[in-house]
């Protein structure tokens, strides 16, 4: 960078970074202050002009950004670019190496070292190598993530109950436990607004912790089938994945322009030329019964409260689910428990 592209960047961070951050509709206070060096300590709301060198700027502000969102696992914040789909990560620096996992576009991931025209990163369980053109670093990445940031809630006790209302008098409206996650809708004071499958439900905020969120690399593993399936139950599964990252809309069943819950397994199960309801509570009911600890890739999972079947999701193995969430997650991969199921069909008998 010139002089006076350094300083141009210098005002762009100081206004990124001043007081509040908006994430959402959600501030998130930045009142971190990081080292600068072996005699000088800098606050953010120091003149950071005064500041001689980017490199050491920009690993503070590295540092305060991901203190004030509270993102770990990240020690220098990498952004991925891909136009399109998802890139390969390698075990290693080469276009032969062994494909360990796969990446986004607006992905986060920590960037751990650099081999020439690849940087060694690690992004969720995955760690490996990427083109480094695929990746925003610096500033850009910082100034990037700032756009990104989802306001999430980690459930930190089991048996917690979701409340239809901000009270412990109203009607209860699922029970999740220790270490599932849940999009934000509104902080309160005493409770948090989530969405559950498209549903608002209240938690009381002493049993969650509440900060932010990046995309991460999916594992080889995570899109892998367990043994014994059928290879209609792979094809399937295969191409209910291609739509991850496709939007949610009430009543549609577009697996591209959107789709609801039972609209998404509608026309997954369509295009192998079988037939379902538009309704999770009628497709709760095709197909024969199958328990939980039973299930194979393309078995139907549903969820329910006390009024009955509320949502329905496609099992792809290894203890995970493909569903059409809600409007602000859209089509996406969970853990088969991150609510409680309360039933399981099985419409491919082979």
């Known amino acids: 960078m010139s002089r006076h592209e350094d300083r141009m960047w210098l005002r762009n961070m100081s206004a990124f970074l001043m007081g509040a951050v908006l994430v959402g509709n959600m501030p998130f206070q930045v009142q971190a202050s990081a080292s600068l060096g072996s005699s000088a300590q800098i606050g953010i709301s120091a003149d950071l002009e005064a500041v001689e060198s980017t490199e050491v700027l920009e690993s503070a502000m590295n540092d305060v950004v991901l203190d004030a969102f509270h993102l770990d696992g990240y020690s220098n914040l990498g952004i991925v670019t891909v136009s399109e789909g998802k890139v390969n990560i390698r075990e290693t620096a080469s276009m032969d190496g062994k494909i360990v996992g796969k990446i986004g576009r607006n992905a986060g991931c920590d960037i751990l070292g ?3 025209e690849w940087l060694r990163i690690k992004s969720g369980k995955v760690e490996g190598y990427i083109k480094s053109e695929y990746v925003l670093t610096g500033g850009n990445a910082l100034e990037q993530a700032s756009t990104l940031l989802k306001p999430i809630a980690d459930v930190n006790t089991d048996g917690l109950k979701v409340r239809t209302e901000p009270n412990t008098e109203c009607e209860v409206l699922d029970i999740v436990g220790s270490g599932q996650r849940f999009d934000v809708l509104e902080e309160l004071d005493e409770w948090v607004k989530i969405s559950l499958d498209g549903e608002e439900g209240y938690l009381f905020k002493d049993y969650v912790d509440v900060g932010a969120k990046l995309d991460e690399a999916l594992t080889i593993t995570e899109v892998r089938y367990g043994e014994g399936v059928s290879d209609v139950r792979m094809a399937l599964c295969e191409f209910a ?6 939007p949610y809309v009430w009543g549609g069943t577009s697996l591209t322009r959107g789709a609801d819950c039972s609209g998404f397994v509608l026309s997954v199960f369509k295009n192998y030329g079988i037939s379902l309801s538009h309704s999770s509570r009628a497709q709760a009911n095709s197909g024969s019964a199958v328990s939980l600890s039973e299930l194979k890739p393309g078995d139907l999972v549903f969820y329910g409260n006390g009024s009955g079947i509320n949502h329905v999701a496609i ?26 199921p309360v039933r399981a069909r099985r419409i491919i008998q082979d």
């Open 114 to 116: 650099e081999e020439g």
């Open 315 to 340: 099992y792809i193995g290894g203890g995970q689910v493909v569903h059409a969430s809600s409007p602000s997650v859209g089509i996406t991969i969970s853990n088969m428990n991150y609510r409680t």
């Open 241 to 246: 994945k291609q739509y991850i990252g496709g």
